[in-house]
T-cell receptor
Framework: NAGVTQTPKFRVLKTGQSMTLLCAQDMNHEYMYWYRQDPGMGLRLIHYSVGEGTTAKGEVPDGYNVSRLKKQNFLLGLESAAPSQTSVYFC????????????FGPGTRLTVT | AQSVTQPDIHITVSEGASLELRCNYSYGATPYLFWYVQSPGQGLQLLLKYFSGDTLVQGIKGFEAEFKRSQSSFNLRKPSVHWSDAAEYFCAVGLPDGYALNFGKGTSLLVTP
């Protein structure tokens, strides 16, 4: 099993450009999450999904959109990138609610210039 | 407001010395409690978790944590630190009926020879 994978690992964008980050999991997990990690801020939840076809906002959703068309994939989109979105993005998945372990991907380092 | 606090941003310990990382939470009910570790350039890995029962929980890599309801704390301990324990440590909290975890801002552990 590959666990949770993220594509790409690194990306540099110019302000105003768009991109999509892909997260894939092969553990048949229902729940998937997107976090951003910034120095001194810990992990902050951007969006999450409790099942195929569902999405919900987290703590810092502005400037991002997500889709969960397939159970194993969770996409994070930036329609018009801003320097404030420079961060490391982590995807995670879990079998169910907060009582279950979240498995994390290796992260995507995004720089917006 | 619900919050998770890790009071120590950085901690330095000598190899072989004992370690205690602090975590305090502010929630109306007793939440689910987790400790995750992040090695440089990696995603997060679960060290241990507490849901109920015995307040001293054992985790991987020789770590343990103690839940103290009266102090709203869930401190992580290790009797003898190894150089490979140098990493970022995150305390996380979830509610039994919740969908996502709330992470502390992390404690960076440096291990000196």
């Amino acid at each position: 099993n590959a666990g949770v994978t993220q594509t790409p690992k690194f990306r540099v964008l110019k302000t105003g450009q768009s991109m999509t980050l892909l997260c894939a999991q092969d553990m048949n997990h229902e729940y998937m999450y997107w976090y951003r990690q910034d120095p001194g801020m810990g992990l902050r939840l951007i969006h999450y999904s409790v099942g195929e076809g569902t999405t919900a906002k987290g703590e810092v959703p502005d400037g991002y959109n997500v889709s969960r068309l397939k159970k194993q994939n969770f996409l994070l989109g930036l329609e018009s990138a801003a320097p404030s979105q420079t961060s490391v993005y982590f995807c995670a998945s879990s079998y169910s609610r907060t009582s279950y372990e979240q498995y994390f991907g290796p992260g995507t380092r995004l720089t917006v210039t | 407001a619900q919050s998770v606090t890790q009071p120590d941003i950085h901690i330095t310990v000598s190899e072989g010395a004992s370690l205690e990382l602090r975590c305090n939470y502010s929630y109306g009910a007793t939440p689910y409690l987790f400790w995750y570790v992040q090695s440089p350039g990696q995603g997060l890995q679960l060290l241990l978790k507490y849901f109920s029962g015995d307040t001293l929980v054992q985790g991987i890599k020789g770590f343990e944590a103690e839940f103290k309801r009266s102090q709203s704390s869930f401190n992580l301990r290790k009797p003898s630190v190894h150089w490979s324990d140098a990493a970022e440590y995150f305390c996380a909290v979830g509610l039994p009926d919740g969908y996502a975890l709330n992470f502390g801002k992390g404690t960076s552990l440096l291990v000196t020879p």
